[in-house]
């Protein structure tokens, strides 16, 4: 037997709808059993993305069985807002930001490691690999592929809408309110590894002789080996960071 379901998502969730859908209260049919979580994912919308679900004015969990008539409220996360009343269905925040994100985000992952923040990447991560690291490890995981993050292993994710190098570093930023917390120049671009101040004399046998000559400070990743310094590339990266920070702490 079917069931007809008014339902209305709300701010950035709208995203993620199809165009007729957003911003407005559609009526939707659904067969017997199916939950809040079941309609929400059959329209577009992970589970990972919603905070919080009203069902004729009243919070409710992703497992909520709709009957016929309901109205369904679905918000995303609140920030503002005081919400301690309502039922939260996201898993209480990771304690440190760590991520992992699909192999179409290499270049999101670089930019995020720039900032200072664990970025797990692989260019041949299958799904599989992409959700046992997400849960094995407690990493947030950033990806454009919706289904993905219908997996209910996933507890944290994010859709990331963007696609501009700046404008996905700046969505990450507000998404997740990392601003305070970049320290850029202190994780590996190309693998992740922490950087660490060397002597220069420990490196030297690894630096062209022009750096040799010209430059002193190093660091070098603790896991690859490779060895950085503020050659002619760092005012620019560092123009990068200044501004995407500028950007999403710009309320």
Not at 108 to 131: M, P
Not at 167 to 188: N, S
Request: with cysteine; glycine share 6%.
């Amino acid at each position: 037997m079917r069931r007809r379901v008014e339902v209305r998502f709300y701010a950035e969730l709208n995203d993620l709808l199809a165009p007729e859908r957003r911003d407005r209260t559609v009526t939707v049919e659904v067969a017997e059993g199916t939950t809040v979580k079941d309609l929400a994912e059959s329209l577009g919308i992970p589970h990972t993305e919603i905070d919080v679900i009203l069902v004729n004015g009243e919070s409710v969990g992703f497992g909520h069985r709709l009957r016929d008539g309901d109205r369904v409220s679905v918000f995303p996360v609140f920030e503002a807002l005081d919400v301690t009343p309502l039922v939260r269905l996201r898993p209480q925040p990771l304690r440190e930001p760590r991520f992992v994100l699909d192999v179409h985000l290499g270049r999101l992952a670089r930019g995020l490691r720039l900032l200072g923040f664990d970025a797990w990447w692989s260019s041949d991560a299958d799904d599989d690999e992409l959700v046992a690291v997400s849960t094995r490890q407690q990493r947030i995981l950033l990806t454009r592929d919706r289904g993905l993050l219908k997996r209910a292993a996933i507890t944290h994710g994010y859709y990331v809408r963007q696609t501009d190098r700046r404008r996905e570093l700046v969505e990450v930023l507000r998404r997740f309110d990392l601003v305070g917390a970049v320290i850029p120049f202190t994780r590996c671009l190309a693998c992740n590894g922490v950087l660490t101040p060397v002597a220069k004399e420990t490196v030297v046998d690894r630096l062209p002789p022009r750096t040799e000559r010209d430059y002193h400070e190093f660091a070098a990743c603790a896991d690859c080996g490779r060895v950085y310094w503020r050659g002619s590339h760092y005012d620019r990266l560092a123009a990068l960071v200044d501004e995407v920070c500028r950007a999403a702490d710009d309320t």
